[in-house]
């Protein structure tokens, strides 16, 4: 007897056997696809994060923690404590060493979507992934005091076209219970998706920002004094204050300098960070939430491989003659052996698969749920060198815990099955 | 929201002129280590606590406690005994420069250096000194034939001041910005 009709009989057996079989390979499959699911929203949301801002040496806030301030800086989650003077902001930009300076300034929101006042600076230094530039799939910058420029996400979940007016509401309201509808504006430019925070953020210039809360007052309006988009635009728009300001250094080693020169600054307690190195201790913190999934992953597994397990053990006595039958046709003990292990192999290499295509499936659904729900945007790619690893030492394992079941068939005696017991 | 941030900027810009003084933290054992690659050059500045390289923070009182920071001002000044580039980058000390508040007055920093750069020492001198917190700054300048192969650095820091117990490192490099906490047992700065 070769090798190959053993895994024929096993196949053969396992389809016998279709429902508890299907049902194992279905619980093997399910594991290996949290696994390397699990994996792969790790690695997407850290590259997701990573990508967000690129080529900004500093980011400078009102002195909080340098992870929150990347927080509502770049990804639009949470608020600032305090905000920056104006004052303050002039003296960062006129620093030796700063190249440039991007104001941002937050606080608004335009139907759950955050606004950002900025400059037109923003569209010219803004990076992400590897140095992108934001680029425009129609319309261009603001250049109007009442030009707003939205990210595709906004675009598409709202239908914007370039044109359209916009209203922007106060505060973070999403019912847009007090909104600034006296002071329209309209989408001068769509950014193409980038992937990140700015595909979820309207844009507008600080200008703007400024001039919806001219008759605005410790957050609400104030009777009798409205003053109309046209009288405003006639006004003196200097912000009094930005959340944040994105900062470019004229050389790399000029950003610890200048970073050091700005938390020491006496004029007003301000906190400049390095992007990178916050984004790293964000990614820190987590860490103790990575490991935590990575040990329920690896449980996962062993549930699932225990299953496997189980099955073939309680199958051996339900074919006991089947076995003593195979026996006495002259199978030796080792082909029993052989035959139990492939039926093991089958399952493992059949539930990876089955598992792979299985998170394909569930990315394919899950992807524009998680980009449009938590801004988290998970790349479908083919499994990495990593994933195959993994999978491999799955099926390996699944090899290896079939080896008990075909050690007890082996075991199992020729005139067990054969003599009826009473 | 909105009003509260004008508000809050407001009473911000009122307070600013009384506004506190802020003081770093300072932090025995700890040291800070800035490095940032341009091109081919590797620059690095080490900010140590007094009390990691000699053991003491006061102004130096008997001409033992001057030797040792006489000495171990030597020894931070020799950057290649320092910081181990892979050979094959090709890197080689230019330009090293150490600083303290402890050494004030006998110019010690002053002799290998080519290029100035006493605003940050001066001002730092001037802080710590009223803190009672001495610190070396060390400022160093390396060129490398071949930055291609700058992949890590190897810190020899530990090795040489045994107090030292750890340096929080900061990199900026042409594919960003990272950080790691490099201690005697783990003293590698991976690029």
Sequence with gaps: ?422 | MRGFGVLAGTVLLAAASTAPAQHGPHVHGQGELNVAVEGDTVIIELIAPGSDIVGFEHAPETDADRAAVAAAAGKLEDGERIFAFPKAAGCRLEEAEVESELMDGDGHGDEHSEEHAHEHADKHSDEHSEEGHAEFHAHYRFRCSAPAALDSVDVRYFATFSRAEELDARIITSRGQGAAELTPAAPRLAF
């Design chain 1, 1 to 422: 007897m070769n090798r190959f009709p053993i895994i024929a009989l096993a196949v053969g057996s396992l389809i016998n056997r279709r429902l508890t079989a299907g049902l194992t390979l279905f619980a093997l499959a399910v594991s290996m696809m949290l696994v390397l699911g699990v994996e792969k929203v790790r690695n997407e949301a850290k590259a997701s994060f990573a990508n967000t801002i690129s080529g900004t040496d500093l980011i400078v806030g009102a002195r909080s923690g340098s992870v929150q301030l990347l927080l509502y800086s770049v990804f639009r989650i949470g608020n600032a404590t305090n905000n920056i003077s104006w004052n303050g902001y002039q003296n960062i930009a006129r620093r030796p060493g700063v190249a440039w300076t991007v104001p941002l300034s937050l606080g608004d929101s335009h139907r759950g979507y955050k606004v950002l006042g900025t400059t037109g600076d923003y569209f010219r230094h803004y990076r992400y992934g590897k140095k992108r530039n934001l680029a425009f799939a129609s319309g261009q910058p603001f250049d109007d005091l009442f030009d707003a420029v939205v990210g595709w996400d906004v675009a598409q979940a709202l239908g914007y076209k370039e044109g359209d007016p916009l209203v922007v509401a106060h505060g973070l309201g999403r019912q847009g219970f007090q909104t600034h509808k006296d002071k329209p504006f309209r989408v001068s430019g769509i950014l193409a998706k980038t992937g990140t925070a700015v595909d979820r953020t309207v844009h507008v210039s600080l200008e703007a920002i400024e001039a919806i809360h001219v008759d605005w007052k410790s957050g609400a309006r104030v009777p009798g004094m409205a003053v109309s988009a046209d009288q405003v635009r006639q006004m003196d728009l200097t912000p009094r204050t930005v959340t944040a300001v994105l900062v470019g250094t004229e050389t790399r080693f000029g950003a610890f300098g200048l970073m050091r020169s700005i938390n020491d600054y006496r004029g007003e307690p301000l906190l400049a960070i390095l992007p990178g190195v916050a984004l790293q201790e964000l990614w820190d913190l987590m860490g103790t939430a990575e490991v935590a999934l990575s040990v329920i992953s690896v449980f996962v597994i062993v549930a699932g491989l225990l299953g496997m397990v189980t099955m073939l053990l309680a199958g051996l006595n339900e074919r006991r003659r089947e076995l003593a039958i195979l026996r006495s046709v002259g199978a030796h003990p080792r082909h029993l052996f052989a035959l139990l292990v492939s039926e093991a192999a089958s399952l493992s290499i059949l539930g990876a698969i089955l598992g792979l295509a299985l998170l394909y499936g569930v990315l394919a659904i899950a992807q524009p749920i998680l980009d449009a729900q938590f801004g988290l945007y998970i790349e479908i790619t083919l499994p990495n060198r990593r994933d195959l690893f993994t999978l491999g030492l799955m099926v390996t394992a699944g090899i290896v815990s079939g080896t008990f079941p075909a050690w007890r068939a082996c075991r199992q005696a020729l005139a067990d099955g054969l003599v009826v017991r009473i």
